[in-house]
């Protein structure tokens, strides 16, 4: 009783002194700066960025980015991801409950001579606990439960990833098939060009070099054609690699007509950087592994010190020898055993000067991911904002060139133009029409990739949602 007295004062003062373990900082303040250094666009109305999709009004891309998200290996990696650290954290919480384990055995023979045979049935049950005295398994546990949400943050990462990549393979076949439908208009009107001249060259009306640069024209036209053809072609394959559709059902589904995305606006745009880091799944899931990481350090320190525990057990039996039968039952509690640690040459130290290392590395990480965030927010912000700006210019610049190749044309037909002047008009209508697709492209582009940037409508577990007048005064 002394003994047990003894080792109980004992693991009482070692509880208190457990209490008294330093722990590194679980929380990492943000590393971002207080405003943005991009311009805002005011004149959108706000909305869920969950409904984005929907802004593009369009079914096909909706369905498109469902089944790429359904058979995506990221997603589906994500997902086992998820799985394993549930699994880690019900193991790491069971480390804090007793376990129990029953066992039963049957033996018959005698242990000498002269003592008749015997028959020994048993079964009991044996319990054992180690007491958390410095917190080292509870640290265990909370690592688990860091890591298990940030495996969650991961999944939806891999799908907002997955559904972005999607939408900017299928807008870029959708811009492919409209600079398809440009060069195919250009080729045509070539070739028309080309007849026309040939037909002069003929009746003596035209010098046969002059036939013959309209011909060159015409090969042109028709090379350009071929390539955007094979290019278009290219981007339906992509699509349906990244799919898993069907490649008939889905060249029948894109027969469908199209139209570019107009009239939406931004959605969802926090206006500071600390709002940011409540809607991007990757930062979230880097500040849960700087969590995780400061968890291992406690788990870590905990090992240098004693360890505290408790057994127990319960036996029942029956012994039958000859020819009577008797029944035994036993019970003990304890050992209370108490394990101190003396030499380990230097094991112990050396796992909590590499825990403290990975958690230096995982507040990095962190830092950098949030600085990789705003860096992606002002980038397609800045890009959007570029694309606006220059979208009137184009189009007016590419209806004056139509303007002005149409008139060419005419005195082109009437003979009062070369046909260097007609090319050379064709050429810059040609190129600026192509650069204005382009223009849209990137103008689309960049609503995909802020999409992106904002976490694709994600929310941090445990977050309270903004108001509609709260929202509405962030874009201010």
Known sequence: ????????????????????LPRPPADVPPAAPPQWYAPLPHDGRLADLQQWWQQFNDPLLIELIAAAQAVSPDVASAGARIAEARA????????????LDASASASRGNSQPGV????????????????DLFGGQRAAADAAAARLDGSQAGWHAARVAVAAETASAYLDLRTCERQLAVTRNDAQSRAETARLSGLSARAGFTAPAVAAQARASAAEGAVRTTQQQAQCELDVKSLVALTGLQEPALRARLREPWSEPVGFALNALPAVPAQLLAQRPDVYQAER?????????????????PRLSLTGQLNAGIV????????VQTWSIGPLALSLP???AGRRAANVDAAEARYQEAVALYTARVRQAVREVEEALVRLESARDRSENAQIAVEGYRASFAATQ???????????ELEDQRRVTLVSELALVALQQERIAAWIALYRALGGGWQRPGAVALSPNEQEGTAT
Not at 7 to 13: D, E, F, K, R, W
Not at 116 to 131: C, D, M, N, Y
């Open 289 to 305: 592994a700087v969590a995780a990481a400061s968890a291992d350090v406690g788990s870590t320190l905990a090992d240098r010190f």
């Open 410 to 420: 005419a005195r082109y037909s009437s003979g009062l133009a070369s046909l260097i």
């Open 342 to 344: 003396l030499f380990d």
């Open 116 to 131: 008749p045979l015997a028959t020994i049935v048993q079964g009991g049950l044996q319990a054992s606990w180690e007491i």
């Open 1 to 20: 009783m002394k003994l047990v007295r003894l080792a109980a004062a004992l693991a009482g003062s070692l509880w208190l002194a457990g209490c008294a």
């Open 320 to 327: 039958r020898a000859g020819g009577a039968t008797t029944d």
């Open 88 to 99: 880690t954290r019900i193991g790491a919480n069971s480390a804090l409950l007793p376990a």
